[in-house]
């Protein structure tokens, strides 16, 4: 009757204390530069050495640059961030993938694309969207700085057990409906509670459909309903995506691991604390008009009005006040400032792809400023190997070089104040691109109609 997270969490179990706290044993841990330091600097105070080092690895990522790599950074504070994290990595043995290195790019892109992230494993980061890796069927999640100390310290965490959660996707999407329009129209239904205290494993029909990378931008963004983390049953296309990657296992061990790996699925029988059914021929492409990640509408459709209780209200009406728009809106024919292509939800190069499909042939809006930013080196590569590059250079953009980029701006990348931009990341909170910057939330083909366009457009139109 065991669900696959149970089968997962319980083999990694090492003990569990008084008030269900488990010893959970790490398989690998993922460091950047912005939540090691300090957990570096107090084991330093403690005398305490990393325990296992050969299962950490590292990757600059939220403060780099995503122009000029070769030069050094010029913002003092990323430049001594990284610097930090370089002398961490060398002080204590641990393999770091350094700016313009051909494996480094964004932490959550690179552990899969290197097959360093594997079915089975338990994955952690100081980073709340490590729930990425879950879709090759991991226990991957998010933790605090102190908790990145205890398992560079012991290869263990103290974590207590969460529930269990379905969501099944059934039935086959429409043309011009991808995978961030599944999670967009999730969250949307369930809100940015509805996963609180679950760990969801995603499943159906339509789920077992998509590819690798469009599973890790649902399971990215299933911590933005306030779950523990998202994870999806390892299969064919899991097995077909690892082969052949770097650190995944070769030769006899690759049989091996595959025979392994056959077996993480919940059992039928399996019971969840909760489950939620959705049709896949009911999702459209989406894009949000507020300031959290469910506060989003199909692109042709109206802003709602506001609901609930009166704290409710008021902050639904906060939210309009602060992005400019008003409830009965239609979202498409809006204007947009920036669009932003990335992250660790939709920087890999099946996202550049989607975007270079609508905008080939045709030339970027006068007036919207581009961001296209790969999630890795190697997603730059082969963008520039396919021919992307030219498509997005004829159409009037630029191909930058890998970083987090203007999803938090803590880098160079940042949205004016007043301005709107349709990112593919995952937050559109206040500020989260830049002071009073205004973020609609969407998928790649969106945001490649909003940049040809200049407006809110629905993607379908031009295809």
Same mark, same amino acid.
């Given at each position: ?295 989003? &509408?199909? =692109? !042709? ?7 609930? @209780?009166?704290? /409710?209200? +008021? #902050?639904?009406? %906060? ?19 920036? &669009?932003? =292509? !990335? ?7 099946? @996202?550049?792809? /989607?975007? +270079? #499909?609508?905008? %080939? ?103």
């Amino acid at each position: 009757m065991n669900t696959l997270f149970d089968k997962i969490w319980d083999a990694h179990t090492v003990k569990v204390l008084d008030g269900d706290s488990c010893v959970l044993y790490i398989d690998r841990q993922y460091i950047h530069e912005v939540t090691s330091p300090q957990a570096f600097a107090s084991l330093r105070e403690r005398g305490v050495g990393i325990f296992r080092p050969s299962q950490v690895t590292a990757s600059p990522d939220h403060n780099i640059p995503t122009h000029d790599q070769h030069l050094p950074i010029a913002d003092p504070q990323s430049a001594a961030q990284v610097a930090t994290l370089y002398g961490n990595c060398a002080d204590n043995g641990i393999t770091i993938f350094p700016i313009g290195s051909p494996r480094n790019g964004i932490i959550h892109v690179i552990g899969p694309e290197t097959g360093l992230t594997q079915p089975g494993m338990t994955i952690v980061c100081g980073d709340s969207h490590t729930s990425t890796h879950g879709a090759l069927g991991c226990v991957a999640f998010g933790i605090g700085t102190s908790e990145v100390e205890m398992a560079l310290a012991s290869q263990c965490i103290l974590q207590s057990k969460p529930k269990s959660m379905r969501i099944n996707v059934e039935g086959e999407l429409r043309p011009g409906v991808c995978s961030k329009d599944i999670i967009l129209y999730i969250i949307s239904k369930i809100g940015t509670g509805g996963g609180t205290g679950h760990f969801v494993e995603f499943a159906g029909s339509a789920i077992r459909s998509l590819s690798m990378e469009a599973r890790m931008s649902v399971c990215n963004m299933s911590i933005e309903m306030g779950a523990r983390g998202g994870m999806i049953a390892p299969d064919q296309t899991t097995f077909d995506y690892l082969k052949g990657r770097e650190f995944a296992p070769q030769g006899k061990a690759w049989d091996e691991a595959v025979e392994r790996w056959s077996a993480l699925r919940s059992e039928p029988d399996a019971v969840f604390d909760r489950e939620i059914t959705f049709e896949a021929a009911d999702i459209e492409p989406m894009i949000t008009y507020g300031t959290n990640p469910s506060m989003g &509408v199909a =692109v !042709g459709g109206t802003i709602p009005e506001a609901e609930g @209780d009166a704290a /409710a209200r +008021a #902050s639904f009406d %906060k939210a309009l006040d602060y992005m400019g728009f008003h409830a009965g809106e239609k979202m498409e024919g809006k204007k947009v400032d920036y &669009v932003f =292509v !990335g992250s660790c939800t939709n920087g890999r190069i099946e @996202d550049l792809r /989607a975007f +270079a #499909s609508i905008v %080939k042939g045709r030339k970027k809006a006068p007036g919207v400023t581009a961001w296209i930013v790969p999630g890795s080196k190697q997603v730059e590569r082969q963008a520039i190997e396919e021919g992307l590059r030219d498509i997005l250079e004829e159409a009037g953009f630029t191909l930058r070089q890998p970083g987090c980029s203007a999803c938090l701006a803590m880098n160079d990348d940042k949205i004016p104040a007043g301005k709107y931009c349709v990112a593919t990341s995952n937050r559109n909170f206040e500020g989260r691109q830049g002071p009073n910057a205004r973020t609609l939330l969407a998928g790649p083909l969106v945001a490649a109609a909003a940049a040809v366009t200049g407006v809110i457009t629905d993607p379908r139109e031009l295809m």
